[in-house]
């Protein structure tokens, strides 16, 4: 509000400098104030996103308000605006350098004043697709993270009620042993071999082998995740994509672990195919808990190509305005 009051009593050089424009700055700011008093979970980032557009518009009107000699000492902030939203090769971003250059001898004129306007425009609209587009990948992430969630669960509570129904055991083992002396092993037990192996699995197979399995891949998959939390930086916006791609991991372990002991026992991987003791399938399981990250890697790259896509927001504030007034973007 300080600027926009400020931007109102400046001497402009032309009429656009109304009471409209400023009443119309002050409109949006105060809009911004109320969408973010207002908007609670779980759409306050899309109450976060009209408020920056609000705030954005306010600003653009405040660019148009102010004098050619107070535009001038905004530029440095602009530019440092524009160059970290728009690209190199973008032709509003090269003609604002040029003025940039060229204002240090001389004074802007008026159509230099609506390059400006036009670029930061520009500058604030990516800036607010490429949030939008952080929030979508974060949502699709939250979206995938819960149906993984859900078909974990889903298959602990068939396995819980139908422990018969495909056990996760193995054995005989092939050695010298006759088969009459030998074991089957579980997660969470083992049984002597009654000559069919069908019937052995059933008798050493226990309703909460899957839910073991899967509490292994669930630990293993958190341990990968907080560590691969050091190569994400935090994220400017409310999406929190670090937060999301770190509890996708999550499920994505516990579900990676079942299918990592069933291809064991369906003898998928020579070698791998008899375990001698409950030990080393809980083992195996947490192997493949943490092998998620094989799998998810690819999500965590896409992730980190849109966060660091996102602008960091740098507030262009009015180099001329008094020090005793606020930002644009101090308070609405």
């Known amino acids: 509000m300080a600027v926009v009051e400020w931007a109102e009593n400046c001497s402009a050089p032309h009429e656009l400098c109304t009471e409209k424009m400023a009443a119309s700055a002050r409109m949006h700011l105060k809009c911004a104030q109320r969408v973010l008093r207002r908007t609670w979970w779980p759409r306050r980032a899309h109450g976060v996103d009209s408020a920056l557009a609000h705030i954005h518009a306010a600003h653009v009107l405040v660019l148009r308000m102010v004098s050619l000699e107070d535009l001038r000492g905004m530029l440095p902030d602009l530019l440092m605006l524009i160059e970290d939203a728009l690209p190199p090769e973008d032709r509003r971003r090269l003609s604002v350098e040029r003025i940039f250059k060229s204002s240090a001898d001389g004074r802007l004129i008026a159509s230099q004043q609506q390059t400006v306007i036009d670029a930061v425009r520009e500058a604030y609209w990516v800036q607010e697709r490429e949030i939008v587009r952080e929030r979508s990948f974060s949502h699709l992430v939250w979206y995938w993270t819960s149906g993984l969630l859900c078909m974990a669960v889903a298959i602990a509570v068939v396995s819980f009620l139908n422990q018969k129904l495909l056990p996760m055991c193995f054995g005989p083992t092939p050695n010298a042993l006759p088969l009459t002396e030998q074991i089957v092993v579980c997660p969470l037990g083992e049984a002597p071999f009654k000559q069919n192996r069908d019937a052995s699995f059933e008798a050493a197979a226990s309703s909460f082998d899957y839910a073991v399995i899967e509490a292994a891949g669930f630990v293993a998959a958190a341990v990968t995740a907080a560590a691969a939390l050091r190569q994400l930086k935090g994220s400017p916006t409310p999406s929190n994509v670090p ?17 990592g002991i069933l291809l064991m026992r369906a003898d998928f991987v020579p070698g791998l195919s008899s375990l001698d003791s409950s030990a ?11 092998a998620q990250h094989l799998f998810t890697k690819a999500v965590d790259a896409r992730g980190r190509e849109v966060m660091e896509a996102v602008p960091s927001p740098q507030p262009a504030t009015a180099a001329a305005a008094p020090p005793s007034r606020a930002p644009l973007y101090g308070r609405a």
């Open 243 to 259: 937060l999301a791609l770190a509890c996708l991991k999550l499920p994505a372990g516990a579900v990676t672990a079942v299918l």
């Open 280 to 290: 080393q399938i809980v083992g195996w399981a947490v192997i493949f808990g943490a």
